[in-house]
T-cell receptor, first 114, second 115 residues
C-alpha cells in the first residue's frame, strides 16, 4: 500500500484566484492521478501525471485551467486556476499499487470558491 | 469500454441488519473489480478487490463481495451492520490483463445505519 498526504486539507478561495494543491506519496510511483469529486457525485478523473512528461488530461479538462507538475516520483501538484464557484469540489490524488491496479487515495482537498 | 452501475444512491438499514449494496458492471475484457469506502471528510479506502481468483472476496471490516460473471454483478454484503459502517461506498471496474488500469467508478451509494 501507499500512504498519501495532501495539502491543504481545505480552503475557501475568492473567485478569480488560483489554488495549488500538493500531493506527497511515501514511496516512488510512476503514475499519479488527480480526481475531482463534486458534492454528492462520483469521482471524475482530471488527469494522469507521469514524472518527466506532460500530464494527460481527460475530456473536459485542459492544462490552462488545471496545470499539473510532477517534478519527481513522490510528489505532484495540481493548480486550479481562475476559480469560479463551479470549481467547488473535493480534489483527490491517487496512485496505483500492487499488481491488480487498486488505487490508493489521499485524504482530499476540500475547496470552496466564493 | 467499461462502466459501473450502482443501484440505489441511498441504502438505509438498522444496526444489526444485513447490508447489501448492488453493483453491476460492463467490460470488454475480463475485469478487475473493487469496492471503496469513503468516510465523512476522508479519502477513499479500498475495502476489497476481485482479480480473477476466488469469486467470493472477503475484505476489511466484515464486508465481502461475490463476482458473478453471468449476472455481471459484484454486490457488496455484510451480515450485520454497525453504526460505524455509515459511509459512501463506491464500486469500480478496471481492465484486467490487457485492459485499462484506470478504473471507472460508480456514482456511489450512501449507507445509512439506524440505531
Amino acid at each position: 500500500s501507499a500512504v498519501i498526504s495532501q495539502k491543504p486539507s481545505r480552503d475557501i478561495c475568492q473567485r478569480g484566484t488560483s489554488l495549488t494543491i500538493q500531493c506527497q506519496v511515501d514511496s516512488q510511483v510512476t503514475m499519479m492521478f488527480w480526481y475531482r469529486q463534486q458534492p454528492g457525485q462520483s469521482l471524475t478523473l482530471i488527469a494522469t501525471a507521469n514524472q518527466g512528461s506532460e500530464a494527460t488530461y481527460e475530456s473536459g479538462f485542459v492544462i490552462d485551467k488545471f496545470p499539473i507538475s510532477r517534478p519527481n516520483l513522490t510528489f505532484s501538484t495540481l493548480t486550479v486556476s481562475n476559480m469560479s464557484p463551479e470549481d467547488s469540489s473535493i480534489y483527490l490524488c491517487s496512485v496505483v499499487g500492487g499488481g491488480s491496479y487498486e488505487q490508493y487515495f489521499g485524504p482530499g482537498t476540500r475547496l470552496t470558491v466564493t | 469500454a467499461q462502466s459501473v452501475t450502482q443501484l440505489g444512491s441511498h441504502v438505509s438499514v438498522s444496526e444489526g441488519a444485513l447490508v447489501l449494496l448492488r453493483c453491476n458492471y460492463s467490460s470488454s475484457v475480463p475485469p478487475y473489480l473493487f469496492w471503496y469506502v469513503q468516510y465523512p471528510n476522508q479519502g477513499l479506502q479500498l475495502l476489497l478487490k476481485y482479480t480473477s481468483a476466488a469469486t467470493l472476496v472477503k475484505g476489511i471490516n466484515g464486508f465481502e463481495a461475490e463476482f458473478k460473471k453471468s449476472e455481471t454483478s459484484f454486490h457488496l454484503t455484510k451480515p450485520s451492520a454497525h453504526m460505524r459502517d455509515a459511509a459512501e461506498y463506491f464500486c469500480a471496474v478496471s481492465g484486467g490483463p490487457g485492459g485499462s488500469y484506470i478504473p471507472t467508478f460508480g456514482r456511489g451509494t450512501s449507507l445509512i445505519v439506524h440505531p
